[in-house]
């Protein structure tokens, strides 16, 4: 995978450690892919309601979460859920061990937002949860759908 023309693969895993790739998974579909890790608060804390309200807000759109991990540490499922206050995932999350597809995106820290086009094209890639970076994303949701409708 590169981080530049279209994305043919996105390898990630789910709970069971059962390989997925998000393009086979999601196909045709614009995706936004928000990388993140339970230990970053901004993450937990900004990122991750955004995500919810982007998946709610957006149902063009498939908001999907990986969880990059960056220790040698095993991420379960119930370590995924502790962050949450429901029962269920709000929307799909993936494991990505030893930050691989984290690193292919190259991305600048967590959280890390990717919005690929339905032909797997980086739209844009924006990095933060802050106001500043929320703003750029929601102008890029905003341009691309516009584009696409």
């Avoid at 579909?29 to 890790?37: A, D, H, V």
């Avoid at 063009?60 to 206050?85: A, L, P, R, W």
Wanted: charged share 20%; net charge negative; proline share 5%.
């Amino acid at each position: 995978m590169k981080n530049t023309g279209v994305i043919t693969t996105i390898n990630v895993s789910d709970f069971d450690k059962s390989p997925v790739d998000l393009i086979k998974r999601y196909p045709d579909k614009t995706l936004l892919l928000l990388f993140y890790n339970n230990a970053c608060l901004g993450c937990t804390g900004r990122a991750i309601p955004l995500a919810y309200k982007f998946q709610q807000t957006y149902p063009e759109i498939q908001v999907i979460g990986i969880h990059s991990n960056f220790s040698t540490n095993n991420v379960t499922e119930k370590d995924i859920m502790s962050i949450f206050s429901v029962k269920e995932l709000p929307f799909p999350i993936y494991l990505d061990n030893n930050h691989k597809v984290y690193d292919s995106f190259q991305a600048e820290g967590t959280p890390q937002w990717v919005l690929l086009t339905s032909k797997g094209e980086i739209y844009r890639s924006i990095f933060g949860s802050q106001e500043n970076a929320q703003n750029r994303l929601y102008y890029a949701i905003e341009n691309l759908l516009e584009d696409i409708l």
